[in-house]
């Protein structure tokens, strides 16, 4: 690098339930330096902008609703054009706050919007795989292939495998309309659009070649991978979160809304301080609505891994878990001794370079900014 150039920046972009996480990257001497950050934590309605297309999207894998219908449910210039004026003015004042350098940003997409698929198709010459791919896709897809943008990923070879297995994700185009439309009135250039599995995989798992379970406790849901290879290959959502377990708090503790968010940090850190025991009797009761339904989509997960071809003598390595509410006392030991495995909570900051007096902050926000961190890290990795 010369003395008069400057370095790249990266800019990542999570729009999510529990508010704005964008995370800006610069690229010194081949490693990722943190140039700046910035978060909100009001809620967000982004997952429900397509709520209509979601339902109609769930209605058409039971053949209950036809293309037409999920259009229609999709047309509304009105409201779509209020909400991508309102999240490209917050994305705005988000740069601002945060002195955002790049205009090139990459954003992430709710899961609950990508339709996912792992195909095993028999060993083909070069020649013949689109032709029958793309037949594949087309019989698995809720709407016409011409109504959906497209990504697929040919899987690495297991031993003595004897067929070919492709990773499929696909997305209406009209949430990629939405989203280049909000970044475009915000002054940014949208780069790219990653699916949340992707940015979690890159920020919290990189390089590690065993088979992990990604756990990601958002504001609304919470979202299960199974991470192969770098793949990944299993996912599912409930409808979950940071918000429910307000919910729970707020109800359990007869206290108003606005006062559950401070006094769920007091009691945690207090519980943490208590005998274990004791501590986590008091947690695993109170919290038993939400910890019970993770551990058995956590049972799911690993169920639908091993029933795909080539897994069957497999066993996912360990659990990470990541996302505003994956801070619950106790949750990584109780899963690690549920399931007989290492629990922890992810660092996607690990392979960041930043300044030592950051690290506290940082260590407090990080379960919020993993998309974010792993967005960004789309073109320095």
């Not at 940071?242 to 109800?251: E, P, S």
């Not at 106790?330 to 992810?346: M, Q, R, T």
């Amino acid at each position: 690098m010369s003395w008069l150039s400057k370095p790249k920046s990266f800019l990542g972009v999570d729009l999510g339930a529990g508010g704005v996480k964008l995370v800006e990257l610069r690229q010194e001497k081949n490693r990722p330096v943190l140039f700046t950050y910035g978060l909100t934590s009001a809620p967000q309605d982004v997952h429900r902008v397509f709520a209509a297309v979601d339902k109609t999207i769930d209605e058409l894998t039971d053949h209950k609703t036809s293309s037409q219908q999920v259009a229609k449910a999709a047309a509304d210039p009105g409201l779509n054009d209020k909400k991508i004026e309102e999240y490209a003015a917050l994305l705005r004042l988000v740069c601002k706050q945060a002195k955002t350098v790049s205009k090139s940003a990459t954003v992430s997409l709710p899961i609950s919007l990508v339709f996912h698929a792992l195909i095993n198709l028999p060993l083909l010459k070069k020649e013949e795989l689109g032709p029958i791919l793309k037949a594949e896709i087309k019989k698995l897809l809720p709407r016409p292939i011409e109504e959906m943008a497209l990504d697929y990923q040919i899987l690495p070879a297991l031993p003595e495998q004897k067929t070919i297995r492709v990773l499929v994700n696909a997305v209406p185009r009209e949430v990629v309309t939405f989203y280049t439309q909000v970044f475009k009135r915000a002054g940014l250039i949208l780069d790219a659009l990653e699916p949340e599995s992707v940015a979690l995989e890159r920020a919290l798992v990189g390089r590690d070649a065993s088979v992990v379970m990604l756990v990601d406790i958002g504001a609304e849901r919470t979202n299960f991978f199974i991470i192969d290879q770098s793949v990944a290959v299993t996912h599912q959502s409930v409808e979950l979160g940071g918000a429910k377990i307000n919910k729970i708090l707020g109800r359990t503790l007869g206290i108003e809304d606005s006062l559950v968010e401070q006094l769920k940090y007091d009691l945690f850190n207090e519980w943490s301080n208590q005998p274990p025991a004791q501590s986590k009797e008091n947690l695993l009761t109170l919290l038993a609505p939400i910890i019970d339904p993770i551990i058995k989509e956590i049972e799911y997960s690993f169920e639908m891994y091993l029933r795909q071809s080539g897994n069957e003598n497999k066993r996912p390595e360990k659990v990470i878990l990541t996302g505003g509410g994956a801070n619950l006392p106790f949750l990584s030991e109780y899963i690690a001794e549920k399931f007989k495995l290492k629990c922890y909570l992810g660092d996607p900051w690990g392979r960041i370079v930043f300044q030592d007096g950051l690290k506290p902050l940082l260590h407090k926000i990080g379960p919020r900014m993993s998309v974010a961190i792993g967005l960004a890290l789309r073109n320095v990795v």
